[in-house]
């Protein structure tokens, strides 16, 4: 039975220019960090070996909630949606004139589609596509039978059992960058980590981008929040990775929330139209807590999801036929008592399983699910909620899965041991997607030890039992009395000590100091471009 | 979108004698306690009335991991362990006299089956069976598209917040009774819920059982420690159902574990033949930690089970040709660095969703899963494993869920506030397994929302938000300000609350005085009867 694989992809592309090319596998020793001379040797000796397991290929089905009568009646709603309610393109001229061209009815800023208009658009959007890292080996596949794992995106503060809820600042995403590169089970880097609010409004991009690029060699996301600042983010890449890298290749996979209900804004649009123009993927997600911003219904939800995301993909194909998108659905339901959105509820699992078919039958990459809980605390409620989300991400068909750890409070907080905990558990997923391997020698060590004997000694099990079985690197498996000596720490006092050990243990990946030059130069002719706004 | 059902079952047999026959809904006022007179009066005003679920039905799919080539090959495998290896059927001649007779080769206590014999037998055995409650609204229907929830069973540990861990005491086992009849979504008593380690082993079962016929009207399991045990089990049955009925109906589910691999002790085929030949239940489970009493594989593991599983099955027809029996698995991994099982593991999962697939190919009920966890607190841990066995056992197809609530530390100890933060998420389950209700108006209300409007007020939302979303009875959603002024409680202390509240509010459901007399009479008779033993 083999363990998941934790050896690195082989590279899909030659590297680009100014990467190593080499493997930062287990089986390769530490390379220097930047700067050379003694330093550099220095911190070669003392560096971890960081392993990153591979992107997931499932090797099982995925859950099939609906049958295809049903889908078809979705489809069939949500085409009725686009051809009789339509779509609102607000403020964006432009992108109503590219709807005028394509045969959509146009007035005012509402767009109605024949029938079958933007499913017919959607054609062109590929299948699957190659994310880029500057360590080629961490590249990653999405779409197809592949799950992409990348952390929480978003949160204006931080919380750690030492500091409590507090506002976060750039350190803070700084440290969530290097626990996500630390992180064996992430594959992605992410996004906004969490908001650095000790920085500008209008800089703060720069600054993330520089440590996502700096502090990992894993894929990261661009910044949606003004056109420009997405156009600052391909600048970026065509100097991390080589102008022309960037134009032939997918180095920035981005988040364009679709401003529910059926409305398209013209700074998500904006960002979504340089990012397709240079041929960057986005997400393309509308943004539902069900019964505020859709229907109070599962049925419902998916008709205006579907609807959402057929005129947004078909957008992005206006824009530039072939641009790189992916299926987002990012649903959760509401407390009716209180007004609060609610995390890892049948009804959002509901939605989750029937969008991943119907992203599947339009051949796009799908994403949706995460770590989502309400929950204040990494407590037990933070676990239950992040768990029933995680299990239905994996059987839903998800291909890109932001959210997969740190998630806390509704999206309100980043949790450094919420991090670390959720990053163990997508080892569980990692595990699960391996499905079960048929050619085993398993019966020969039935008949050695035979009715009423023990494995523990024979030869099946001393062959198999390194791989056999996942294990956490984080919870507690001990007996009663070893756990109660060693302090009787709950999983939140073990995911403490984790977050320390790896902060410490942390040493940045290696970068060629000239294109660091040249990354810094940017960020600072950029910030000195602008005054500094807030708001 | 219908929520999921609380309303109770209807009544599938006539109520047994002595039954009020008065379903408990919420519909119908409280029914006065037992004793009669005044103190009945101020109990009936003052009851609460106890909703409980309807056990689930299925409205949608199994996760069907493996192809039907992948279960021809476990299941050819498993004939060849019966064929080549046989079992063990331990000090029980008459047993292998049985098996001689079916035409099985006998050597020592071992029996090798000819190909397919086991198979055959099975097929006496009901494919689906009611298990009466002395309310028969709370009846259950156990194989086919159900699921029964059934909480802990076994712990010789109880735990909670304010007294810590601690051996149990039959106060603590009635407090789990009590919890379990509180329980809206459990829909079964249990058995063992803890040891009450302060009743001498050889009578803990005559407390046991009264305690479920008279704390709770839910149905129950039956002693299998001792195969007299097992027809004071019957006997007291006898009394509370009457006789006719308990020789015509299922009013036990008992819990036969086998002694893996592939061994048949005396004293649990003893407690089978007693309620296979009273036309009682069985559940024939398999007790395996991976590594450990199976091979260190997925696919070992089940060809084991099922080999085990057939060759249990087909002794109980070969005892009661048509005795209803459940197909068992209860697998968990083990932790090779310390040799502890470990529990909410992808391995198990594995396992579980592939036995369900081979249980509905032999048309049997299927019991897996459970709230299971090696956590030794209630935290985030336990509730990550947890609902990781949960989900999977909604998925798989399991027909009645053993240890769905309060299990803790492998199962050593039985946890207060586990018990009701796991009953709590067994909620989610029930919504889960309505499925998406497609006959549903919700895109009238997209077309009266429109794009850039809100669902809040529209009049779909005004008809359904009472029931659009499962809501946790625990769980907390409240803004953070609000959760912080009340406390800062994190799901345990939320939990214990819970607990005391239930507890406090709990009423005893109604027994003719006349059964229960007799029944505290045959206690007392079977006490009497024999010295006290605590081994």
């Given at each position: 039975m083999p363990a998941p694989p934790v050896t690195p992809a082989p590279p899909v592309t030659p590297a680009p220019p100014g990467m190593s090319g080499r493997p930062a596998s287990r089986d390769v020793a530490p390379r220097p960090a930047r700067g050379g001379g003694g330093a550099a040797r220095r911190a070669a000796?003392?560096?971890?070996?960081?392993?990153?397991?591979?992107?997931?290929?499932?090797?099982?089905?995925?859950?099939?909630?609906?049958?295809?009568?049903?889908?078809?009646?979705?489809?069939?709603?949500?085409?009725?949606?686009?051809?009789?309610?339509?779509?609102?393109?607000?403020?964006?001229?432009?992108?109503?004139?590219?709807?005028?061209?394509?045969?959509?009815?146009?007035?005012?800023?509402?767009?109605?589609?024949?029938?079958?208009?933007?499913?017919?658009?959607?054609?062109?959007?590929?299948?699957?596509?190659?994310?880029?890292?500057?360590?080629?080996?961490?590249?990653?596949?999405?779409?197809?039978?592949?799950?992409?794992?990348?952390?929480?995106?978003?949160?204006?503060?931080?919380?750690?059992?030492?500091?409590?809820r507090r506002y976060a600042t750039l350190e803070d995403f700084r440290n969530f960058v290097r626990l996500g590169y630390m992180s064996r089970w992430l594959h992605h880097s992410g996004g906004t980590l969490c908001e650095p609010t000790d920085v500008p409004v209008n800089k703060r991009h720069l600054d993330m981008l520089l440590a996502h690029m700096t502090l990992s060699d894993k894929p990261f996301m661009g910044s949606v929040t003004e056109p420009s600042r997405a156009a600052d983010s391909v600048a970026m890449c065509e100097i991390l990775f080589g102008h022309e890298f960037v134009r032939d290749n997918v180095v920035l996979t981005s988040l364009i929330n679709i401003?529910?209900?059926?409305?398209?804004?013209?700074?998500?649009?904006?960002?979504?139209?340089?990012?397709?123009?240079?041929?960057?993927?986005?997400?393309?997600?509308?943004?539902?807590?069900?019964?505020?911003?859709?229907?109070?219904?599962?049925?419902?939800?998916?008709?205006?999801?579907?609807?959402?995301?057929?005129?947004?993909?078909?957008?992005?194909?206006?824009?530039?036929?072939?641009?790189?998108?992916?299926?987002?659905?990012?649903?959760?339901?509401?407390?009716?008592?209180?007004?609060?959105?609610?995390?890892?509820?049948?009804?959002?699992s509901l939605v989750t399983y029937g969008a991943g078919q119907l992203a599947r039958r339009l051949n796009l990459p799908y994403r949706s699910a995460g770590a989502f809980c309400g929950s204040k605390l990494p407590d037990a409620q933070a676990a239950y909620e992040s768990a029933n989300s995680l299990n239905m991400g994996l059987l839903s068909g998800v291909n890109f899965m932001l959210h997969a750890c740190g998630w806390l409070e509704g999206g309100l907080v980043a949790s450094y041991e919420k991090f670390v905990m959720d990053a163990d558990q997508l080892g569980v997923l990692?595990?699960?997607?391996?499905?079960?391997?048929?050619?085993?020698?398993?019966?020969?060590?039935?008949?050695?030890?035979?009715?009423?004997?023990?494995?523990?000694?024979?030869?099946?099990?001393?062959?198999?039992?390194?791989?056999?079985?996942?294990?956490?690197?984080l919870l507690d498996y001990k007996p009663f009395e070893t756990w109660h000596d060693e302090g009787a720490r709950d999983?939140?006092?073990?995911?403490?000590?984790?977050?320390?050990?790896?902060?410490?243990?942390?040493?940045?990946?290696?970068?060629?100091?000239?294109?660091?030059?040249?990354?810094?130069?940017?960020?600072?002719?950029?910030?000195?471009?602008?005054?500094?706004a807030f708001a």
């Open positions: 000796r003392t560096a971890v070996s960081v392993e990153t397991a591979r992107y997931i290929t499932r090797e099982v089905p995925d859950y099939e909630l609906l049958d295809a009568a049903a889908l078809a009646t979705i489809e069939a709603h949500a085409d009725t949606v686009l051809h009789e309610i339509g779509v609102t393109f607000a403020e964006n001229p432009a992108a109503l004139a590219l709807w005028r061209d394509a045969g959509a009815e146009i007035e005012g800023d509402r767009v109605r589609m024949p029938r079958g208009l933007a499913r017919r658009l959607c054609a062109t959007a590929p299948a699957q596509f190659t994310q880029h890292a500057r360590n080629p080996d961490r590249s990653v596949e999405i779409g197809g039978r592949h799950l992409v794992l990348a952390p929480v995106y978003g949160p204006p503060f931080v919380r750690d059992a030492a500091g409590g401003n529910s209900p059926l409305t398209f804004d013209a700074t998500m649009m904006g960002a979504l139209e340089v990012y397709a123009r240079a041929g960057q993927a986005c997400i393309l997600s509308p943004f539902i807590v069900g019964g505020a911003m859709a229907p109070v219904s599962v049925a419902g939800t998916l008709v205006q999801v579907l609807a959402e995301v057929l005129a947004a993909v078909a957008y992005s194909q206006l824009v530039r036929p072939g641009a790189p998108v992916i299926f987002g659905a990012f649903v959760t339901s509401i407390d009716m008592n209180s007004g609060a959105p609610t995390f890892g509820t049948p009804e959002a990692h595990r699960l997607a391996v499905g079960i391997d048929l050619a085993d020698d398993a019966l020969s060590a039935i008949d050695e030890v035979g009715p009423g004997g023990h494995y523990l000694g024979c030869a099946h099990t001393q062959a198999n039992f390194k791989t056999a079985f996942w294990r956490s690197d999983t939140e006092a073990l995911a403490s000590a984790r977050v320390a050990r790896l902060l410490a243990d942390y040493r940045q990946p290696p970068l060629d100091p000239a294109i660091l030059a040249r990354l810094e130069a940017f960020v600072a002719m950029r910030k000195a471009s602008e005054a500094d």
